[in-house]
């Protein structure tokens, strides 16, 4: 009988084991992955952000201006 609780124990690790393992397995996943990343340049970098700050004030402006005097006339026709 003592063979039996041997080998069941040996087949499945425990939880902790299980846990490490998981652990390990997704770092070096996410390590693989990244190395196939292309990251882009500095320059790149630089001209993605000044388009998505443009792309933030633009918005900002029609959001502010635009729908807020559309909101605001809508307002004035319901209330009276």
């Known amino acids: 009988m003592a063979k039996v609780e041997k080998s069941s124990a040996q087949k499945k690790p425990n939880i902790f084991q299980r846990m490490?393992?998981?652990?390990?397995?997704?770092?070096?996943?996410?390590?693989?992955?990244?190395?196939?990343?292309?990251?882009p340049t500095r320059r790149e970098a630089w001209y993605l952000t000044v388009v998505v700050l443009i792309v933030t004030v633009i918005?900002?402006?029609?959001?502010?201006?635009?729908?807020?005097?559309?909101?605001?006339?809508?307002?004035?026709?319901i209330v009276g």
């Open 59 to 77: 918005m900002s402006i029609f959001l502010g201006v635009i729908l807020d005097s559309l909101f605001s006339y809508v307002v004035k026709l």
């Open 20 to 39: 490490i393992a998981a652990i390990k397995r997704y770092v070096a996943e996410t390590v693989g992955e990244l190395r196939k990343v292309s990251w």
